[in-house]
């Protein structure tokens, strides 16, 4: 169809059409853009990049809103020994455009007075970024820049900046000059006084920190969140909780670095040891922040055992592994303390790439080497859904296809049915609890992604390095899915419908009693018990010993009733003993840990203790029953041993008292009050019971350092927060 | 110079009275507009005035495909729908749309 249209009406609707090209276009995209923000989508700031490309918006301020609208907040994400989280999911390429259209941004001349507006926001915004993502050098270049330029409000911005440097850096005499510099001026804004707020607080005046910042909340809080390149300015409800419960005369030193290199603007948080671990989605409030250098120095803290935590920009972490600690916690008790937290950039996997197919058996690991590690393990992560949301997923060590689990080497070889072969995950689905199939399947159920990690250690066992950032993108991850399909009783197993996958494989053993995946299954079905209460040990036992019989192989009955509880075991112990007896023949490191446990069922401690002390890692139970057989040295070494996992049971507060019993040792009913409270522990106190029984066992104790043990116990497994 | 300009004035005056009772018909009248030099005015009116015509089906999609380049950003239908797992102490985040591999 075509319709008759007179040139001047023509003219007049190409007229109407680049009206709108040039001016409703570009706003209506601006106000789409702006509407998204307000709900939160990502998709704003493929609004404001458009609005941002029409050649006739405002140069200045389209830009500055597109780099806004890609970086969003600065809420750090938080990292305590214990866990970590939070923080704004900006990504590091996000992050690195912002720079970079910024960058451009500032080469422009602003002319108008809202120009130039915008062009101290791009700055303000770009110092912010370069604070956020821990670049000091570049930081420094751009303050320069700001320093020689014309305009007096870049001026004060960059002298703003360069105060904050100083104040970072322990310079508060160089800090304070700028803030009495622009004190009696006009051109002070929220940053200005957020810095005087901060050189307050550094300089121990609390009062009139706390004063500035409830004049910043009243007046322009939302400022607060993007200043210095953090979130964690809000300090107004922060300083009844410090004043209250952390005020006080130590500090605590140390350093944060990557690499060896110092890693600067890292915030420092503390946390009562005892609280666990948590933080604020609005981000933590610092009580310190690292320098050039990588060091701090914190406010001063009163006694305590203190959980120390650090808070940086997530897109820092994307190619940083966390390396940990000297210490878990830090005590403070009548002097300073020390902490210091490194990180290691990630090694690279070379083999397999991510979401790599496997058509075969077999499978190479390949990894760059790393100078100083003295072995690195490969980690399948099974998720516990193996399809779907992938909630919960727990990383297992892979035995390659010699039997060996720790590689010298940089690449290793394994077999997916020898891992499928030897099930030693025990994950429960969350539909219903029902045992979940990889436990009985095995991992490399074919069609599933099982994503891959190496991680480095010295030969203290201490992990220097792995493949996993902190913080990654799924689709960067190494991962293998096996090609092939499931048989009709897998499918039953796959499917969770486990009464019927029994009578599948109970009738094929009728038939053919030496089926060996018939005994398999069943073994792992009946060991574990495919819901709470439907274990069969019994019959476990047997398909299990016939399974060792056939295939030569005892992993999978040490596997499958490792877990068994201390009643379990004293209801079977002689197939367990047989099973152990078969076991230790070869002993694997997880051997010592479930002979341990047989020791403790049948009451032979001393046993329990020698096996724990073959074992790879100390254990608090072999510390408790060092101490239940009265050899309080031994149990101070176990603490101070490399292969301890440093917990509140490593403070010197524990080891003092230890010690102290060695030298004063408790006698009588206390000891046997004592040493009770320690059988129950190595036996395992029931979830409910735990608060009663060291209510009971303290009421008894008058002995100071029994009582301080008992205390860092109760604490160290939160029972104080159990209900 | 002024000897010609009177013979044009004398010139121009007979013709005038020669013409003056002179009648053209409709078809010679309109014959001398038609072949008379048009002024610019005239030309732009005319040209304005002209129609065209339009096919009305490519006109409205080239439009609309204009309009869509214009306003609408090229990743707009590209998912970023993000969801953050914890897999092994690590914060993994899965972008739709960027799945290396799918059951």
């Avoid at chain 1, 989508?41 to 500055?64: C, D, G, N, Q």
């Avoid at chain 2, 002209?50 to 006109?59: D, L």
């Amino acid at each position: 169809m075509k319709i008759k249209i007179k040139i001047k009406t023509l003219i007049f609707a190409v007229f109407i059409l680049t009206l709108t090209f040039i001016w409703a276009i570009p706003t209506a995209t601006l106000m789409i853009a702006g509407y998204l923000e307000t709900k939160d989508s990502e998709k704003a700031s493929l609004f404001y990049e458009k609005y941002a490309s029409y050649p006739t918006t405002p140069s200045i301020e389209s830009k500055y809103l597109h780099a806004n609208s890609l970086i969003r907040s600065f809420n750090k994400f938080t990292i305590f020994l214990t866990g970590w989280g939070g923080g704004e999911n900006t990504s590091p390429e996000d992050i690195e455009k912002a720079k970079q259209i910024l960058m451009e941004t500032l080469a422009e001349k602003p002319v108008k007075n809202r120009e130039k507006d915008y062009y101290i926001k791009s700055y303000k915004m770009l110092l912010d970024i370069l604070i956020a993502s821990g670049d000091a050098e570049t930081l420094q270049e751009w303050i320069a820049f700001g320093q020689k330029g014309t305009d007096e409000r870049l001026v004060y911005t960059a002298d703003v900046y360069d105060g904050f440097l100083h104040h970072v850096n322990g310079e508060g005499e160089a800090a304070k000059s700028i803030i009495e510099k622009y004190d009696e001026t006009e051109l002070k804004d929220t940053i200005f006084y957020v810095l005087k707020a901060e050189i307050a607080l550094f300089d121990g005046k609390y009062e009139e920190s706390e004063k500035i910042y409830d004049n910043i909340y009243k007046n322009n809080w939302r400022e607060l969140g993007k200043s210095f390149g953090s979130g964690g300015y809000y300090r107004n409800d922060w300083f009844d909780r410090f004043m209250e419960d952390f005020k006080g005369d130590n500090v605590i030193t140390g350093t944060v670095t990557c690499e060896g290199k110092p890693m600067p603007f890292v915030e420092i948080y503390v946390q009562e040891a005892k609280e666990g671990f948590s933080f604020y989605a609005s981000g933590e409030n610092y009580v310190a922040i690292t320098d050039v250098n990588g060091e701090f120095k914190t406010l001063g803290l009163k006694d305590g055992l203190y959980s120390v935590g650090i808070g940086v920009d997530g897109s820092v972490l994307a190619n940083k592994a966390f390396q940990g600690s000297t210490m878990q916690y830090v005590e403070l008790n009548g002097g300073d303390g020390e902490f210091h937290l490194s990180f290691r950039n990630t090694l690279k996997i070379y083999s397999p790439e991510p979401g790599e197919k496997l058509s075969g058996e077999e499978f190479t690991v390949s990894w760059e080497e790393i100078e100083d590690a003295a072995y690195y393990k490969v980690e399948p992560v099974v998720f516990y859904e193996p399809f779907g949301e992938r909630g919960i997923s727990t990383r297992i060590y892979a035995k390659d296809k010699n039997g060996e689990y720790k590689f010298t080497e940089n690449q290793a070889v394994f077999n997916i049915n020898m891992i499928r072969n030897n099930p030693y995950i025990t994950v429960s689905d969350s539909d219903n609890g029902y045992l979940g199939a990889q436990a009985v399947l095995g991992i490399f159920i074919p069609g599933v992604e099982y994503p891959i990690v190496v991680n480095a250690y010295d030969e203290n066992n201490n992990l220097i390095t792995g493949s996993l950032p902190l913080r990654s993108y799924y689709e960067h991850i190494p991962s293998i899915t096996a090609e092939g399909s499931l048989n009709e009783g897998e499918n039953f197993i796959y499917r969770k419908n486990y009464p019927a996958a029994i009578e599948y494989y109970e009738n094929i053993l009728k038939e053919n009693p030496d089926d060996i995946d018939a005994l398999r299954y069943l073994t792992r079905i009946y060991g574990i018990g495919w819901k709470e209460g439907e274990q069969n040990f019994e019959r476990a036992f047997t398909l299990g010993q016939r399974y060792t019989e056939i295939s030569g192989n005892r992993e999978l009955l040490t596997n499958t009733l490792g877990g068994m509880n201390i009643s379990e075991i004293k209801e079977n112990r002689e197939n367990v003993y047989l099973t152990l007896k078969e076991a230790m023949k070869e002993p694997d490191f997880d051997n010592y840990y479930f002979l341990s446990r047989y020791y403790i069922a049948v009451e032979n401690y001393e046993g329990a203790r020698e096996a724990l002390q073959m074992a790879e890692n100390v254990t608090d139970n072999l510390i408790f029953l060092n101490m239940y057989f009265g050899d309080y040295k031994e149990a101070v070494e176990s603490i101070k041993s490399e292969r301890f996992y440093r917990s509140r049971l490593s403070s010197n507060k524990v080891k003092d008292a230890i010690e102290a019993l060695d030298e004063s040792p408790p006698r009588g009913d206390e000891l046997k009050v004592f040493n009770d409270f320690l059988l129950k522990l190595i036996n395992g106190i029931p979830y409910g019971e735990t608060r009663n029984i060291y209510n009971k066992t303290v009421k008894q104790i008058s002995n100071s350092n029994l009582k301080t043990i008992i205390d860092e116990i109760y604490l160290d497994r939160n029972w104080d927060l159990e209900y | 110079m002024d000897k010609k300009d009177k013979l044009g004035i004398e010139i121009k005056s007979i013709m005038e009275e020669e013409t003056l009772d002179l009648t053209l018909s409709q078809k010679a009248f309109d014959n001398i507009i038609q072949h008379r030099k048009k002024s610019l005015r005239e030309k732009i009116q005319e040209f304005i005035n002209k129609e065209i015509e339009i096919p009305v089906a490519p006109a409205i999609i080239g439009f609309a495909a204009l309009l869509a380049v214009t306003l609408i950003p090229m990743d707009i239908f590209k998912s970023q729908n993000e969801r953050i797992i914890d897999m092994g102490g690590s914060y993994v985040i899965i972008r739709e749309g960027f799945e290396v591999s799918k059951k």
